[in-house]
């Protein structure tokens, strides 16, 4: 993977998928898989591990869920939260790279990267790596973003796109989703289900996702080249209107795509 997440990152990520539409999401990302009892699956850039540990309740006592990620603190939390719910049986983390699985040919049944392949380079050669690690007829699920679909109320529309310029340059790949049915059929998988998950929030406040996104993109966009006074005009902006009492002066959209391919047998 191309990041890494130190304590406050992987506390704040931790927030962010508790939100109610992010639960939805690894809903729906299950269900397209449709996981079985006793499959052995992999969930690559696992992060605090909420969907490895969901996965790992579907597959029960004889299945297997492995998580990867990169980031030792996101492993802890990871690792802390597998303990709290008693799963430590079924779902295990190690250390791994995205674009270098470290396990052997048709080592799973399905594998998972949900909001990875934006900070990887070489999105090809890591779905090629994907795709070895599946056994026959096995199933890849992929979620991601483009980010020309985020929309937030704003006073500075003008403003709003600087921002935005200066927060997807942080990103290997800001607008993926529409390469993935190729990149998918070129590492030999065939595409069986496309969708598009909506996040919509009408409130900002703490236990929205949208909240969490606001201060973190002010300052990638600071670091990225726009004025530091600029970024925190922004901010500030949509923070007040995230805390407002009265609703109608707050709104966020952000469209996230599915994809579910599989193997050939």
């Known amino acids: 993977m191309a990041t890494r997440f130190g304590a406050r990152e992987a506390a704040r990520l931790e927030t962010l998928y508790a939100s109610p539409s992010i639960v939805a999401q690894r809903a729906r990302t299950r269900a397209a898989l449709g996981v079985e009892r006793s499959e052995r699956g992999l969930d690559i850039g696992c992060g605090p591990a909420f969907l490895a540990c969901e996965l790992g309740r579907e597959v029960g006592p004889a299945g297997r869920i492995v998580g990867l990620d990169e980031s030792p603190e996101m492993l ?3 690792r802390a939260r597998i303990a709290r719910e008693g799963l430590g ?3 295990e983390v190690r250390r791994g790279d995205a674009a270098r699985l470290d396990f052997p040919d048709a080592s799973f049944d399905f594998a998972t990267v949900v909001q990875v392949y ?3 380079s070489d999105v090809e050669g ?3 790596e994907a795709a070895r690690v599946l056994r026959p007829g096995g199933r890849l699920a992929v979620v991601d973003t483009d980010w020309d679909s985020c929309v937030w109320l704003t006073a500075d529309r003008d403003r709003h796109r600087r921002v935005m310029e200066g927060r997807v340059a942080h990103f290997a790949q800001a607008h993926l989703p529409p390469h993935l049915p190729g990149l998918l059929a070129r590492v030999g998988l065939r595409l069986h289900h496309a969708e598009a998950i909506p996040v919509l929030e009408l409130r900002g406040g703490p236990d929205s996702f949208s909240d969490g996104l606001i201060a973190p993109t002010a300052d990638l ?3 990225h080249g726009l004025p530091r006074e600029e970024a925190d005009a922004w901010r500030d902006d949509l923070l007040a209107r995230a805390r ?3 609703g109608g ?3 966020f959209s952000l469209t996230r795509y599915l994809f579910l391919a599989t193997k050939p047998a």
């Open 221 to 223: 966009a600071a670091r």
């Open 76 to 78: 802890e939390v990871a």
């Open 89 to 91: 049986d079924r779902v």
């Open 249 to 251: 002066e707050y709104f």
């Open 126 to 128: 890591a779905l090629g």
């Open 244 to 246: 407002a009492a009265e």
């Open 118 to 120: 934006l900070y990887v």
